[in-house]
């Protein structure tokens, strides 16, 4: 955005917006003179820093949105105290307002103009902008996660079904879930989930469902991201430190795609699901060194892989191709081996030994269209006593006969019905 | 007989009405209405800015006047 657009008001916008009724100066300060360094001087570009300049008219959202997550960057603090103590909140705190509090954003920072942390700029000629556009807000912060995740920007990796789909974030993140009406949370999944897949897909649900992979799984083995999100991006040790000149910086070692379910650390009513996609969050034992020693003393308390919600959902993914794509398969599983030495005690509740193995008497689809009768099913899933007779699975694991024939590649084709999910 | 018991059923039916009108109309003209909260009413002054928005709405002006911002390069690396 060219200098001149960030602050270029559209006459014809906004003068529909009950907001040009206010004197300009009445929120910005300055003086409406023409003498332009005269009207700039003590000019608050940022006017809905000040709550009161939003909350004094828009009494029914601006108290809940000042104490929102989005607004207090409360997130950070959780993780960063819970592997902490107290003396160090301080060092903690000012390596916070150094590298992340840029990220605070005001009722302006969405609804008026693109956020400041990300250059800022008008977004409708200065018009109140009620749904603010997912790229030049949500997405601008959102950036190398869920923007890439959502767009398909991830090479090799598709959009998200929901984005194919046309939707836009606000379609699933409510407003009231964005300015945190209703809600004290500590945390992005603290308390109730929001938005949750059943919201809108109620009828496609566990048990009842109709759909075979969810009446098997129900609704508190896997979170729906296990089956329906492909690979992420993970991110490795984040460093912060400043420039000679005192400019913040932060360096992140390396990122990575990657999919791995792994243990629920965040097991609850709102969330019960015993395994969850799990990424690898930028934090390290030394990430704060810059601004004192041993800020983290209690770095093991919470894992380096953290719950997490992909963007990337797909209606078909490699784990749903095949029940051996999960039930054996320790690819897609955070076992030991996958975690680095020095975070395996932080991650250790949440490490999986190996893969669940196949149910009793699992039989290959091909071999149960041949030789096992289609009414075990009960039996088959574990459900009953086993009182049929388990015929013995082929020697080859896709049920060929056990030829001499290399098992192909468990790697799905990338055409819309199945990978993509068309 | 028969028109004394009707006359009787009458008048006690007017009475009954009536008495039930009455107590409507008293019951309204007591009942106190829920109040409603009134919120202040912001009160706007006359636009006088006008000066601001004859620059920040002239194109022109403005790609004459709006100086970029200094870019200062980044010495973050990875995925913020």
Known sequence: MAAWERVWIDADMYSQDLHSLINCTQCHGGQ????????????????????????????DVTPASLNSLHSTLAGYDTVLYARSVPENHPALEEAEANHCNSCHTTCGDCHISQPYSVG?????????????????????????????????????FPSDVHFRERMSCSDCHTADEIHGVGITADHRYDGEQKPNCEDCHQ?????????EQHEIHGTEILSCQSCHSVEYTNCVNCHLSKTDEGTPYYTVESHNMGFYLARNALRSAERPYRFVTV???????????????????????????????????????PQTESCEACHGNNDIFLTIDKVAPAEREANASIIVDQAPPLPDGYVPATAVETE??????????????????????????????????????????????????G | MKFRNSLF?????????????????MGVAHASPPKV??????????????????????????????VEKEVVDSHSEGPG
């Open chain 1, 279 to 317: 990424r690898h969050v930028p934090i390290d034992i030394d990430s704060f060194s810059f601004y004192g020693d041993n800020l983290l003393p209690n770095f093991n308390n919470l894992p380096t892989w953290a719950y997490a919600t992909p963007h990337n959902i797909q209606r078909n993914t």
């Open chain 1, 32 to 59: 409406a003179v023409d003498d332009m360094t005269i009207a700039h001087t003590d000019m608050i570009d940022r006017p809905a820093k000040n709550p009161e300049t939003c909350g004094a008219c828009h009494t």
């Open chain 2, 37 to 66: 909260q009134q919120q202040p009413t912001p009160v706007v002054p006359p636009f006088t800015d006008i000066a601001c928005l004859e620059c920040h709405t002239n194109q022109e002006a403005l790609q004459t006047l709006a």
């Open chain 1, 203 to 211: 009828d496609q649900i566990g048990v009842g469902s109709g759909i």
């Open chain 2, 9 to 25: 059923f009458l008048i006690v039916g007017f009475v009954l009405i009536g008495a039930g009108l009455l107590t409507q109309v």
């Open chain 1, 372 to 421: 096992v009768p289609t009414d075990n099913s009960t039996d088959f899933w574990g459900g009953g006593g086993d009182t049929t007779p388990t015929p013995e699975p082929p020697t080859d694991f896709w049920g060929g006969g056990g030829s001499d024939t290399p098992t192909p590649e468990v790697t799905p084709e990338a055409t819309p019905d199945n990978f993509w999910g």
């Open chain 1, 120 to 156: 800022g700029g008008l977004l409708d000629g200065h018009a109140y902008v009620q749904t603010p556009p997912m790229s030049q807000t949500c997405t601008a912060c959102h950036g190398s996660r869920v923007k890439n995740e959502y767009f398909g920007l991830n090479e090799g």
